[in-house]
């Protein structure tokens, strides 16, 4: 298709995303809508079982930290969910243990069996007479509108916005994609990346998890390696302000003023039914095993025990909307206390992002780290190629990769696609078909984008790196949803957990440096020198690597080693590491032909798309 044909189905999407629906089939889906909740059933003097709080003594820790807790010393229990299964237990669990209130906010929430298991535990406790808030982010939160028009009227208690919906609709096609970069590419790119489930105002879950199968160890083909905080006490009260600013933002609209929400229920006379919302409906065994152990108070309290621990302070920094009214950057929270922390780093700061493409400033603030007399060792881990579902942001994470060697002093550990010992559990995954579609790079900033994994020389059930945690000097540890790019200083926005306990830190160190182990991850450094003109061919690289758009030099500065049997761990400057390490290429266990000259063509595009990856 030729530029100019091109332009006009993109005009039609722009044009059609512009309309609006007359008033009075608005106000005709806002009645349909409240006369659906009105006539909704409700729990209200009934002793069946599914209509009673079930007993959590997780849930009890927030109270107890609050009794425990005076201003000038705050107390807080902390809970590691390295495990997927352990955080869906925790999630549905403390949903169905809540008794006043519930606020969940994701930028994924999709309809797999983790889907329809969170949202039946939620409309189940707003029957019991739970206050439930639903806030997802609109591009990939249900983006189904006929279940939204069925949301819509579930109940009085439940109530589901949507944030920053470009076009005034619940889903968004192909063509408003393209036409959402090409007439309003930074307000399109402004997406809520924040992730919160907060019980009763004194027990909150966060983290790197969206509501999606392949974070809770469901996926088919593919899983992520994550990690979330379970925080109880004090600190919940600044989630439930932050949320709240989120809830009442301008760009939070309730479901059924959507276009096409207000179609479906304009169309259907009143609330449509859906499947997912069919009390009968069968339930995969897998959810309905999940739904026996998350209703164990006890079972769960044993489970998850051992992975707390009574702490003191801590802080709950995330970005407010306002972020994304370009007015300031005083409500950029997330990214400036991060800064911050990385400065105060004094021994060694330990890193896991999934994606290493760092912002300008960040690469600054690194070297200056790295300049210091006493500089601290910076240990990265991150994904490789083979264990990504964003080639392209791993692209710009190999470009750049002599800078973050030599100039800024990170020991990069990238993790493996079939790791040997990882917190997964490969028995909770099912043969449930294709997986979906994962998403396009320009809505990321979570899930990676629409190629998908790279292929791999063996099959198996992949797993990819998604936690965004950081220790610093074992005194103080983070854990949130923000990737340390350019993508959440700018366009998302972010929150994350600190917490100033050196028991919590170490284990948070533990935890990150299992991933890195060299079972499970591969050892980025530089190429053995070679006999002649390495000084030529290092400054050749330095001089293409500069290149605002392309990467031209063939022969790059790193490469992946592996340790051999009987060794040691090491890394450079050590003299043992290469008699210790043997080089398996840059891209080991991807099966693509010229897959060198594959992945630095898409290096050299990419360049262009760091501030928004």
Not at 28 to 57: D, F, K, T, V, W
Not at 122 to 134: C, D, F, S
Not at 296 to 308: Q, S
Not at 588 to 610: H, N
Request: hydrophobic share 40%.
């Amino acid at each position: 298709m030729t530029p100019r044909l091109l332009l006009f189905p993109l005009l039609l999407a722009l044009l059609a995303g512009c309309t609006s629906l007359p008033k009075a089939e608005m106000r005709a889906a806002a009645g349909y809508a409240e006369a659906g909740r009105a006539a909704a059933p409700s729990c209200e003097g009934s002793a069946e079982p599914a209509c009673q709080a079930i007993a959590s003594p997780l849930l009890e820790l927030g109270d107890q930290a609050l009794a425990a807790s005076t201003p000038e010393a705050p107390r807080h229990f902390a809970t590691l969910l390295d495990r997927g299964q352990d955080a869906l237990i925790a999630r549905v669990h403390l949903i169905r243990a809540a008794r006043r209130s519930i606020e969940l906010q994701s930028f994924i929430f999709d309809t797999d069996d983790t889907g329809a298991l969170v949202l039946e535990e939620l409309l189940a406790a707003a029957r019991r007479g739970v206050k439930v808030r639903v806030l997802l982010d609109q591009l990939y939160g249900l983006p189904d509108p006929n279940l939204q028009a069925a949301l819509a009227g579930a109940h009085p208690n439940f109530e589901l916005r949507l944030y920053n919906p470009t076009f005034n609709e619940a889903r968004t096609q192909s063509l408003q994609y393209a036409a959402g970069i090409l007439c309003c590419f930074r307000k399109f790119n402004r997406r809520m990346h924040t992730k919160l489930l907060l019980v009763d105002g004194t027990v909150g879950i966060t983290g790197g998890r969206n509501i999606q199968d392949r974070y809770f160890d469901w996926g088919a083909g593919y899983n992520y390696r994550d990690r979330d905080i379970l925080v109880a006490g004090p600190v919940a009260q600044a989630m439930a302000a932050n949320f709240e600013a989120f809830w009442t933002f301008e760009r939070s609209r309730p479901a059924d003023t959507l276009k096409d929400v207000a179609r479906r229920l304009v169309r259907a006379g009143g609330v449509p039914a859906h499947r997912l919302l069919d009390p009968a409906r069968e339930r995969p065994p897998r959810v309905q095993a999940m739904a026996a152990i998350a209703a164990d108070g006890a079972a769960v309290y044993e489970r998850l025990a051992p992975l707390t621990l009574p702490v003191g302070p801590v802080d709950f920094f995330a970005d407010l909307p306002e972020k994304h009214t370009g007015e300031s950057t005083a409500h950029e929270d997330a990214s400036r206390a991060m800064r911050e922390l990385v400065a105060s780093a004094e021994r060694e700061l330990v890193l896991q992002t999934p994606y290493l493409v760092l912002s300008r400033p960040a690469r600054q603030l690194f070297r200056e780290l790295h300049q210091r007399q006493d500089a601290p060792v910076i240990e990265v881990s991150t994904n490789s190629l083979a264990a990504t579902d964003a080639f392209p942001v791993y692209a710009m994470s190999h470009k750049y990769k002599r800078m973050y060697l030599r100039e800024m002093g990170f020991r990069i550990h990238e993790y493996k696609p079939y790791p040997t010992d990882a917190p997964i559990d490969v028995a909770a995954t099912g043969a449930l078909g294709p997986e979906r579609a994962t998403l396009p790079i320009f809505g990321s900033g979570s899930s990676g984008s629409a190629s998908g994994p790279v292929p791999l020389k063996r099959a198996g059930i992949r797993v990819g790196l998604h936690a965004k945690s950081m220790v610093l000097d074992d005194r103080v540890g983070v854990v949130g949803s923000h990737n340390f790019d350019p993508r959440s200083d700018n366009l998302n926005t972010e929150s994350m957990v600190v917490v100033r306990d050196r028991q919590f830190a170490v284990a948070l160190r533990a935890s990150i440096q299992r991933d890195m182990a060299p079972e499970n991850a591969w050892m980025v450094a530089r190429r053995e020198k070679p006999p002649l003109f390495s000084g030529l061919n290092y400054s050749l690289g330095k001089v293409s690597e500069k290149l605002p758009i392309f990467d031209l030099w063939p022969f790059p500065y790193a490469s992946s080693f592996e340790l051999k049997p009987g060794c040691n761990p090491t890394a450079p400057p050590d003299p043992a590491f290469y008699r210790c390490y043997e080089d398996v290429g840059a891209f080991p266990e991807v099966d693509l032909p010229s897959k060198s000259i594959y992945t630095r063509i898409l290096t050299a595009f990419g360049a262009g798309l760091v501030p928004i990856l």
